[in-house]
């Protein structure tokens, strides 16, 4: 059966229905954390069964000429991929590209493992179509995810996205450079077959003041990284919360240096954003936004940051993303891949699947033939 038949339009739609009716009524009452765990267990489980991981592949994986391209040398048979943060754990990898993803990031992974935050970390704002979320790099650090992939084949781009170890002891600049060093040079070493680093500078629940964004210090921090001579492109994992004078200084001393893009962005921080449910903000106090908060200031990054350094940098749109539209938006803007994390929760295991199908139309439709021609159609 060919992606694209009256088949898999119908198994999609029939999935986004029940998910959003039914499926993610029963999620949607049991703790969020726990749930993320099962699901991402079960997901895991099911990649690992050959026959369940081709039957989704034969409903669910995208093939598409139209949405196909090589960037810094990496084949992406779909943009639409699964953002940091939600596979913390190396566990999805076998089933992500059956769910019709096109890329994966694993992540953030630090250099030591960290418990996470004091909880709760995790909850649903389902009015604002939002997560809150206070995790600070939980994960297990490199050594063991680093162990556990050793002998992974990956069938779609998996990368690795790296961050600063999350302690509350205090920690100098230098030490926190070093400590993330350390880390890309473990994953460098590896010989594991993944394709590309985020290097996260942005996470918004981290202890100490330990910052990247003050002009000398992200100077330090992409030399020493930049200096190890990576063999794997790096992106940038950028913040949405700076203005666009801060963004401009920090994209100006990041095209300095052998990064090949950036991500925009990460969560939002603005409790008075103007997407967010009043009455929802006040009953969650600690932790930061995810889903449509995100959006309007990703968007408008993507497009500041395209208009100054298309040329240079790649651009990977994130931020607010539940439909095919919203995809098509960031890349319209200048995105030349999009990914997303809260619109699965939201909208279904399909999506990534949906998006697609969806893009696929929205080219067709505005005469391109290949996403290569959309990206940045309206930021000329
Ligand atoms: C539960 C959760 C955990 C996250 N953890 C990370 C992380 O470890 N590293 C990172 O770069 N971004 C992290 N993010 C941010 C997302 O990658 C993404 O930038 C943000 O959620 C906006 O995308 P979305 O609206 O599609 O969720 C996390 C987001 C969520 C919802």
């Not at 991981?53 to 699964?82: H, M, T």
């Not at 630090?110 to 709760?120: A, E, L, Q, V």
């Not at 000398?216 to 203005?243: D, H, R, Y």
């Not at 954003?273 to 908060?293: A, I, R, T």
Request: positive net charge; charged residues 25%.
């Amino acid at each position: 059966m060919q992606f694209g038949s009256k088949m898999n339009k119908f198994f999609i739609e029939v999935n986004h229905f029940l998910y959003k009716h039914a499926v993610r009524r029963v999620f949607f009452l049991c703790n969020s954390e726990l749930m993320h765990d099962w699901l991402t267990a079960g997901g895991e489980l099911i990649g690992n069964i050959k026959i369940l991981k081709n039957l989704l592949e034969k409903l669910l994986r995208y093939k598409n000429k139209a949405l196909e391209q090589s960037l810094n040398g990496i084949f992406f048979e779909n943009p639409v991929g699964l953002a940091a943060g939600f596979d913390y754990q190396a566990r999805l990898t076998k089933i992500t590209p059956s769910l019709g993803f096109g890329f994966e990031t694993i992540g953030t992974i630090t250099n030591k493992p960290y418990s996470g935050n004091p909880k709760p970390r995790l909850a649903r704002l389902v009015k604002s179509r939002s997560l809150l979320v206070n995790k600070g790099f939980k994960n297990q650090g490199i050594d063991k995810i680093l162990k556990k992939l050793k002998l992974s084949n990956f069938e779609i781009p998996v990368g690795i996205s790296i961050g600063k170890t999350n302690t509350t002891k205090n920690t100098t600049q230098n030490e926190a450079v070093k400590d993330v060093v350390d880390a890309f040079k473990k994953a460098e070493n590896s010989k594991i077959k993944f394709s590309y680093y985020e290097l996260n500078i942005s996470c918004p629940n981290l202890y100490g003041n330990i910052s990247f964004y003050p002009s000398e210090n992200l100077l330090k921090l992409l030399k020493a990284v930049t200096g190890l001579g990576l063999k794997k492109p790096v992106f940038v994992k950028m913040p949405i919360e700076k203005t666009d004078r801060e963004i401009l200084d920090m994209l100006k001393i990041i095209s300095q240096f052998p990064i090949n893009g950036v991500i925009f962005g990460n969560l939002q921080k603005n409790r008075e954003d103007p997407s967010l449910d009043k009455e929802e903000v006040k009953m969650n106090k600690v932790g930061y936004f995810s889903g449509k908060p995100t959006e309007k200031r990703s968007n408008e990054l993507i497009k500041l940051a395209y208009k100054r350094y298309g040329k240079k940098l790649i651009i990977i749109g994130c931020g607010g993303i539940f439909n095919g539209k919203d995809a098509y938006t960031k890349i319209r803007l200048g995105a030349s891949l999009v990914q997303f994390i809260t619109g699965l929760v939201f909208e279904g295991p399909q999506l990534a699947a949906q998006i697609n199908l969806e893009l696929s139309g929205l080219l067709k439709k505005d005469g391109f033939q290949n996403i290569k021609q959309a990206i940045g159609a309206d930021n000329k």
